[in-house]
């Protein structure tokens, strides 16, 4: 089941860019990582939007976000990916 997760999250470009992007700085607030898809690959997103593709990437586990004062913290988690590569790369 969690496997089906990570391949679901994995599944959306939008999600992949934006796991490029935590995966280049493992910590970036909300605001930095919109900034970033903005930026660097001309994402248009709400905000909503943005929220609804981080719950699918927390509930894979691959992104955890915690509040640090008034900012909301994105963390890259990588073990999922690995967990499903060293299932058939092994």
């Not at 990582?33 to 903005?38: D, F, K, Q, V």
């Not at 699918?56 to 590569?85: Q, W």
Request: with cysteine; net charge positive; aromatic share 6%.
């Amino acid at each position: 089941m969690h496997n089906d997760l990570v391949f679901k999250a994995l599944a959306d470009p939008t999600r992949r860019l934006m796991l490029d992007e935590l995966c280049e700085r493992k910590e970036q607030t909300l605001y930095e990582l919109t900034a970033r898809l903005i930026g660097r690959h001309e994402v248009a997103i709400s905000r909503q939007a943005l929220a609804k593709h981080i719950e699918v990437l927390e509930k894979a586990g691959l992104v955890s976000s915690e509040r640090r004062g008034k900012y909301r913290m994105l963390v890259f988690n990588d073990e999922p990916i690995r967990g499903v590569t060293d299932r058939w790369l092994k």
